[in-house]
C-alpha cells in the first residue's frame, strides 16, 4: 500500500515509561504531521516537518515530547516519562508540502497510560 | 484561541435529506479551506476544498460554499447517506506563507438516520 502508515496500532504503557511511535509517510511526500486526538476533542497539532527546515514545535505540549525525521521519511514521536493524560490517539500525516495540498492521515496509533 | 470553529459538536439528519455543516475562522489570512471526514478507529480523510478566490466547488454529493466577508464556510451533503455518519473537521490554511500547517476546528458528528 501506498498510504501512511503508523506502528504500534495500539499501545498501552504504564505512567512513567518512554514510548516511541512511528509513522512512514507516502513517498515523495516532504510535509509530515504529528497529531493527536484525546477522547471526545478535535485534532491537537503537534509537530511540523518540512524538508530540510528546522520542525515547527509549536504544538508540543511538554519538554517530555519530542519527534525526530531521520532522511527525510520516517518520523519517530517520542514521549518520555508518559502521565496518564498522555492517553490519545497520535495520528501522523503527509503531503507534498505544497500550498492547496490535502494531508494523508495514517490509521494512528493509540496509546494508552495506565 | 480557536482561529477555526465548527459551532455545531452534533447534527442528526433524516436519510435523503441535506446535511449542512458550518464553519467560521477568524484569520483573514486563510486562503485555502478543506473538509475532512473521520470514521471511529481510522484516520482523516480529505472530503473537499476549496480556494478563496472561489465561492463554491461541488464534487458529487458534496459542496463547499464560501463566504469571506462573512469568513464562513460550509459543506453541503445532499442527498445524505447512512454511510455518510462520521466526524466531519474543517481546517484552514494561510498559502502566502512557507509554512504548510493546517489549522483545524474541533469537528462536528454527523448521524444520519435510516
Known amino acids: 500500500g501506498a498510504g501512511v502508515s503508523q506502528s504500534p496500532s495500539n499501545k498501552v504503557t504504564e505512567k512513567g515509561k518512554d514510548v516511541e511511535l512511528r509513522c512512514d509517510p507516502i513517498?515523495?511526500?516532504?510535509?509530515l504531521y504529528w497529531y493527536r486526538q484525546s477522547l471526545g476533542q478535535g485534532l491537537e497539532f503537534l509537530i511540523y516537518f518540512q524538508g530540510n527546515s528546522a520542525p515547527d514545535k509549536s504544538g508540543l505540549p511538554s519538554d517530555r515530547f519530542s519527534a525526530e525525521r531521520t532522511g527525510g521519511s520516517v518520523s519517530t514521536l517520542t514521549i518520555q516519562r508518559t502521565q496518564q493524560e498522555d492517553s490519545a490517539v497520535y495520528l501522523c500525516a503527509s503531503s507534498y508540502g505544497l500550498g492547496g495540498n490535502e494531508q494523508f492521515f495514517g490509521p494512528g496509533t493509540r496509546l494508552t497510560v495506565l | 484561541d480557536q482561529q477555526v470553529k465548527q459551532n455545531s459538536p452534533s447534527l442528526s439528519v433524516q436519510e435523503g435529506r441535506i446535511s449542512i455543516l458550518n464553519c467560521d475562522y477568524t484569520?483573514?489570512?486563510?486562503?485555502?479551506f478543506l473538509w475532512y471526514k473521520k470514521y471511529p478507529a481510522e484516520g482523516p480523510t480529505f472530503l473537499i476544498s476549496?480556494?478563496?478566490i472561489k465561492d463554491k466547488n461541488e464534487d458529487g454529493r458534496f459542496t463547499v460554499f464560501l463566504n469571506k466577508s462573512a469568513k464562513h464556510l460550509s459543506l453541503h451533503i445532499v442527498p445524505s447517506q447512512p454511510g455518510d455518519s462520521a466526524v466531519y473537521f474543517c481546517a484552514a490554511e494561510n498559502n502566502a506563507g512557507n509554512n504548510r500547517k493546517l489549522i483545524w476546528g474541533l469537528g462536528t458528528s454527523l448521524a444520519v438516520n435510516p
Open positions: 513517498s515523495g511526500h516532504t510535509a
Open positions: 476549496i480556494s478563496s
Open positions: 484569520n483573514s489570512m486563510f486562503d485555502y
